[in-house]
C-alpha cells in the first residue's frame, strides 16, 4: 500500500461573482468566529470524541440515524450537506461504503478552509470522497444531482426557507430525500413571541463571538413548525415531519428514540407530530424534518403554495 494520504479535493467556490441576497449582512463573520473556537475543540480525536459525545451532538447523529427509516433507504450514492460548519455529519457519512460523494457545504471561508479539513483528519474521513464547497444554500448551482440533502441545525438560518428548500429540491434527484435536524417552536407561538426573540440578546453571544449580539444577528430563526410545513409543501416537498418530546430534558439517549420506535412503528411515511412539553424553553433540535422530491420530479403540482401556474393578464 503506498504510504500517501487519499487525495483531497481542492475546494469548489459556488459564490464566485455572486451575492447572495439572501443572506443576513455580517451573519457569516458571527460564524466564523465559532468556527476559529472550534479549531481548538477539534484539536486531537480525544476532543473530537468529545464533541460527538455531547447531549446535542449525540441527539443529532441519532436524527440523522433515525432518518433512514422515515426515508425506507439507507444514505447512499451522493449526499449535499448545506451548513456544514464542522462537516463532522459529512466526515462520518464519507465512511459509510454505498456512499460516494458527499459535498461539505458552507458559506464561511474559515469553516472550509481551515476547520473542514482538521475535523476530517481527526475523525478519518475518506477525503477523496469529500468535496468541500464555499457555498450558501441559498444558491445552489445542481440540478437534478444529489441523492439526499443533509441539514444539521442548518435550515433555521435561512432568512427565507422558501428560497432555501427550492434551492435543496432543484438540486436533489427525483426521488431524493432532505434530512435535517433543526430547532423548532410550536405553531401557537404568536408573532410578538417570535419578534421579541430574534430581538433579544444572545446571552451566548460574548463567549461565542467575543462581542453582544441579538439572534437575529446571525441569521438564528427559530421558525415554527407550520412555517417549515409550508415552506417545504411551497418547495414542492413531501413533507414528514416528527417533532420529538423528551419531556422538558434535553437530554438526548437512544432509549426515547427507540420507545418512539415501538409505541409508534416509527416506520416510513408516518406523520407523528409531537410537540415539546415545555414550550416556553424548548430544546434544540426537537424536529427532525424529512422531505421528499417527488419521483416525478413535482412537475404535475399546480398548488397554488407553489406560486406555479397563472399570472395576470390585460384584456
Ligand atoms: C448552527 S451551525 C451548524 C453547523 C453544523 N451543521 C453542525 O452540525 O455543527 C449553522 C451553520 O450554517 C451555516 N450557514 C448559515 N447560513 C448559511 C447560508 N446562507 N449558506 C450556507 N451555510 C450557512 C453557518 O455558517 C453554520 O456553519
Avoid at 494520504?5 to 439572501?22: F, I, Q
Avoid at 481527526?122 to 445552489?140: D, E, M, T, W
Avoid at 437512544?254 to 420507545?259: G, V
Amino acid at each position: 500500500m503506498p504510504d500517501t494520504a487519499p487525495e483531497t479535493l481542492p475546494v469548489l467556490n459556488w459564490l464566485e461573482g455572486r451575492h447572495d441576497v439572501y443572506s443576513r449582512e455580517g451573519a457569516a463573520d458571527l460564524q466564523s468566529s465559532i468556527h476559529r473556537g472550534l479549531m481548538n475543540t477539534f484539536k486531537d480525536e480525544a476532543g473530537a470524541a468529545a464533541f460527538l459525545a455531547s447531549d446535542r451532538s449525540h441527539w443529532r447523529q441519532q436524527a440523522i440515524i433515525k432518518s433512514q427509516f422515515v426515508m425506507g433507504k439507507t444514505f447512499a450514492g451522493s449526499i449535499l450537506e448545506i451548513g456544514a460548519g464542522t462537516g463532522w455529519c459529512s466526515s462520518l457519512l464519507s465512511t459509510l461504503a454505498q456512499v460516494d460523494r458527499v459535498y461539505c457545504s458552507d458559506y464561511d471561508r474559515t469553516a472550509v478552509e481551515t476547520l473542514m479539513p482538521q475535523v476530517q483528519k481527526v475523525l478519518h474521513a475518506v477525503p477523496g470522497k469529500i468535496q468541500r464547497v464555499y457555498g450558501s444554500f441559498n444558491s445552489i448551482p445542481m440540478e437534478n444531482e444529489v441523492d439526499t440533502v443533509v441539514s444539521i441545525g442548518a435550515l433555521h438560518h435561512s432568512e427565507n426557507l422558501y428560497v432555501t428548500l427550492s434551492e435543496c429540491f432543484k438540486a436533489l434527484k427525483p426521488g431524493g430525500w432532505l434530512v435535517a435536524s433543526e430547532p423548532t417552536y410550536p405553531d401557537t407561538e404568536t408573532n410578538k413571541q417570535i419578534a421579541a426573540r430574534y430581538k433579544k440578546e444572545d446571552p451566548a453571544s460574548v463567549k461565542k463571538y467575543g462581542k453582544v449580539t441579538r439572534h437575529e444577528d446571525n441569521s438564528d430563526h427559530y421558525y415554527r413548525l407550520s412555517e417549515f410545513i409550508a415552506a417545504a409543501h411551497s418547495a414542492k416537498f413531501d413533507v414528514f415531519p416528527f417533532i420529538f418530546d423528551l419531556t422538558g430534558s434535553r437530554h438526548a439517549d437512544d432509549r426515547t428514540l427507540s420507545e418512539r420506535k415501538t409505541a409508534t412503528g416509527f416506520l416510513a411515511n408516518v406523520l407523528y407530530p409531537y410537540f415539546a412539553k415545555n414550550p416556553v424553553n424548548p430544546m434544540f433540535d426537537t424536529l427532525l424534518l424529512v422531505l421528499q422530491k417527488p419521483v416525478n420530479g413535482g412537475d404535475d403540482l399546480h398548488h397554488v403554495l407553489s406560486g406555479a401556474g397563472r399570472s395576470w393578464k390585460s384584456v
